[in-house]
């Protein structure tokens, strides 16, 4: 016996992730169905080591007894099928941006704020966070539970998967244009990427901000406490997956580096790699493939009163988005959903 589980967008970087990370941790399916558009319909994709599924058009495909979707097909497509997928009794776990500040949407990362899974029953969905803000808070959430955190800065170091596959064939091909000095063809950003660092993820807002700096200052105060001041400047870097965040944070009680570091060593899917040497922290090729956030870099800030610096890293593919939405369906089979006999 098992839940029937759909995963929507099942053809792109986040959807074949969702469908290795349930096989990885034996989620308990008793049916897995690939949906993607009507292109990609009959393609093939991995579930685990050794089974495939056939794709199936999202278009005309009848959600009517599935217990579980999972949902990455981008923020438009998600906002026309996650409502329909609900209202056939399905429980949405959506990846995408459409539905994260929903005030009927609960906004979840499982070490964080899993109480919240439980307002899934106001629509039906649930919202997975930008993968930037989720390795955040996984962080932040220890040291604010402490220390009580006021203000955070973050500087972003994001890597091209967060931008889909073609990115990263972008900045694969671009880096060999350079070698062989090809002309470089820049489609997917405004910019080379390769050899390169761009201060601008996705669309510009009318104060200079950009759309994913406005994502995790307001889904941080969502998901962690609406009083903490939030500053994010996020910036591509030519790295295929794994993202980096330098951030700063000042907080209502004093904070050493040392206590710093024994709280985050006790946070849930947290990992210290803190050593004063060389190579003595994570960077993100080494975090590719692993499902924690790792933090090192730890040192107070001596310019502020109980200030406190961190370097953040992890795979923004699985915790920073397929892992942690099979860890939200994981809470909802552990809580709330149960087999029909």
């Not at 009848?62 to 949902?71: C, E, H, K, M, T």
């Amino acid at each position: 016996m098992g839940y029937k589980v759909a995963v929507m967008g099942a053809t792109g970087n986040v959807g074949r992730e969702l469908l290795s990370v349930l096989a990885e941790r034996a989620f308990p399916v008793s049916e897995v169905i690939a949906l993607a558009s009507e292109r990609s319909a009959g393609k093939q994709v991995s579930f685990g080591e050794d089974d495939t599924l056939k794709v199936q058009d999202l278009n005309g495909f009848d959600f009517r007894g599935i217990d579980i979707v999972l949902s990455s097909p981008g923020a438009r497509v998600s906002a026309e099928f996650a409502p329909r997928a609900a209202a056939a009794g399905c429980i949405v776990i959506d990846n995408t941006s459409h539905f994260r500040m929903d005030p009927d949407v609960p906004l979840v990362v499982p070490e964080v704020n899993p109480e919240a899974v439980a307002l899934h029953t106001r629509k039906g969905i649930v919202a997975n966070p930008n993968c930037s803000t989720i390795q955040l808070v996984v962080a932040l959430k220890p040291l604010h539970d402490r220390f009580g955190i006021e203000r955070v800065v973050v500087s972003t170091y994001q890597s091209v998967s967060g931008t889909g596959r073609d990115a990263m064939d972008e900045l694969f091909n671009q880096t060999r244009a350079v070698y062989v000095n090809d002309p470089i063809t820049a489609e997917r950003y405004p910019k080379q990427i390769a050899f390169n660092v761009i201060p601008h993820c996705d669309v510009f807002m009318e104060d200079g901000s950009t759309k994913e700096e406005w994502k995790m200052m307001v889904e941080t105060k969502k998901i962690l406490d609406p009083k903490i001041a939030v500053s994010v400047t996020c910036v591509r870097v030519p790295v295929f997956i794994g993202h980096g965040e330098a951030v700063n944070l000042a907080c209502r009680s004093p904070v050493t580096a040392d206590e710093a570091r024994e709280v985050l060593r006790d946070g849930p899917g947290v990992s210290v790699v803190d050593h004063r040497t060389d190579g003595g922290y994570v960077t993100p090729v080494e975090c590719a493939g692993d499902d924690l956030v790792f933090v090192s870099r730890i040192r107070e800030d001596i310019t502020l009163e109980n200030g406190l610096n961190l370097w953040i890293v992890s795979d923004n593919l699985r915790k920073g988005a397929a892992l942690n939405a099979v860890q939200i369906a994981e809470l909802l089979v552990d809580r709330h959903l149960k087999l029909a006999a």
